[in-house]
């Protein structure tokens, strides 16, 4: 069975970091993607970064992309979300998904974790 477990969430200052943690487990093989999503209250989830585990390439939304990066350890278990010069509008719960393909769209995942909540206080 596969399983990722995201954890690290918290309350920050808009401007400050935070890091957030996805461990996976279950697989037979590298050849994986691990997103990262989020959704905030009365909105529907959305795509934040992805990353494919076999090659390490990432892609990120336009929201995110130059504050937000995303990386695995070398033993291919564990994914980071490295937030950076977070915003308000940054708010909401945020979870790691795993699926065949690589892409942000919350429906081609088939595995998620139960999130972990990020508030961003102006």
């Known amino acids: 069975e596969v399983h990722v477990v995201e954890s690290g969430g918290g309350l920050v200052q808009a401007g400050g970091s935070l890091r957030l943690t996805c461990v996976a487990s279950?697989?037979?093989?590298?050849?994986?993607?691990i997103g990262w999503f989020r959704q905030a209250p009365e909105k529907e989830r959305e795509g934040v970064a992805v990353?494919?585990?076999?090659?390490?390439?990432?892609y990120y939304a336009d929201s995110v992309l130059y504050r937000f990066g995303v990386s695995s350890d070398s033993d291919k278990s564990t994914v980071y979300l490295q937030m950076n010069n977070l915003k308000p509008g940054d708010t909401g719960v945020y979870y790691c998904?795993?699926?065949?393909?690589?892409?942000?769209?919350?429906?081609?995942?088939?595995?998620w974790g139960q999130g972990t909540q990020v508030t961003v206080s102006s």
């Open positions: 998904a795993a699926s065949p393909w690589k892409t942000l769209v919350p429906d081609t995942y088939m595995t």
């Open positions: 279950g697989f037979t093989d590298d050849d994986y993607n």
């Open positions: 990353i494919n585990i076999r090659d390490g390439s990432a």
